[in-house]
């Protein structure tokens, strides 16, 4: 989550309308419940690491579909009779 937003969300706790802050930046009341349930009361750091946490957590995920693609077909060419 970028700073500026994690920002903006925290301001609704410092007074601010959330309906108002909604449509200044552009997002739904339902965005903004989702981002608070996940990123509410976690400092920039702490969400900054998240964030990293689930970008590694992609790459690996992807790592690990790419390997078992290619442990499926050279199962699939040393299957075959030749």
């Known amino acids: 989550m970028e700073a500026p937003k994690f920002y903006w969300l925290m ?3 410092w007074g ?3 309906a108002e802050l909604c449509r200044k930046h552009g997002i739904s009341e ?14 920039v750091s702490e969400a900054q690491r998240l964030k990293e ?3 590694e957590n992609n790459r690996l995920k992807k790592l690990l579909a790419e390997s078992v693609l290619d442990n499926a077909a050279l199962k699939d060419l ?3 009779k030749w």
């Not at 339902?30 to 400092?43: D, V």
């Open 53 to 55: 946490l689930e970008q």
């Open 11 to 13: 301001s609704t706790q």
């Open 16 to 18: 601010s309308l959330r």
């Open 30 to 43: 339902a965005t903004y419940y989702n981002w608070k349930a996940k990123y509410g009361g976690m400092t």
């Open 78 to 80: 040393l299957g075959r």
